[in-house]
């Protein structure tokens, strides 16, 4: 289980390494291209839900617990890195399947 830290330590959140990891990627590219944007996720203690605006002047740190970095799936990435740029903003949504399954 690692943590989203933002600002400081005592503002973090429990998320597990692999989805983690996926976020890392998402939130590093919207950074990037400079879109800010809400991030809500369910506190790992059943205490509700938090919203961090995420912005390049905040400090953020991803905390992995894990020594392996995870395998992508690339499929995921882009369903979160759509759900960063809806009006919701981002939320961790199921992981799909690696591959898309083309049904033609």
Same mark, same amino acid.
């Given at each position: 289980?690692?943590?989203?830290i933002?600002?400081?330590a005592s503002?973090?959140?429990?998320i597990?390494?692999r989805? =983690?990891a996926h =976020?890392r990627?998402?939130?590093?590219?919207?950074l990037?291209?400079g879109?800010?944007f809400?991030?809500d996720?369910?506190?790992?203690?059943?205490?509700?839900r938090?919203?961090?605006w995420?912005?390049?002047s905040?400090? =953020?740190?991803?905390?992995?617990y894990?020594?392996?970095q995870?395998k992508?799936?690339?499929?995921w990435v882009e369903d =979160?890195?759509?759900?960063?740029?809806g009006?919701?903003?981002l939320?961790?949504?199921?992981?799909?399947?690696d591959?898309?399954?083309d049904?033609?």
């Amino acid at each position: 289980m690692g943590r989203f830290i933002y600002d400081t330590a005592s503002n973090a959140v429990e998320i597990e390494d692999r989805t =983690l990891a996926h =976020l890392r990627i998402v939130v590093m590219n919207k950074l990037r291209r400079g879109e800010p944007f809400m991030f809500d996720v369910e506190v790992g203690d059943g205490s509700g839900r938090r919203s961090f605006w995420v912005h390049p002047s905040v400090p =953020l740190q991803f905390h992995f617990y894990g020594s392996r970095q995870p395998k992508i799936n690339r499929v995921w990435v882009e369903d =979160l890195m759509l759900a960063a740029s809806g009006p919701h903003g981002l939320s961790i949504v199921p992981e799909p399947a690696d591959e898309p399954v083309d049904h033609g």
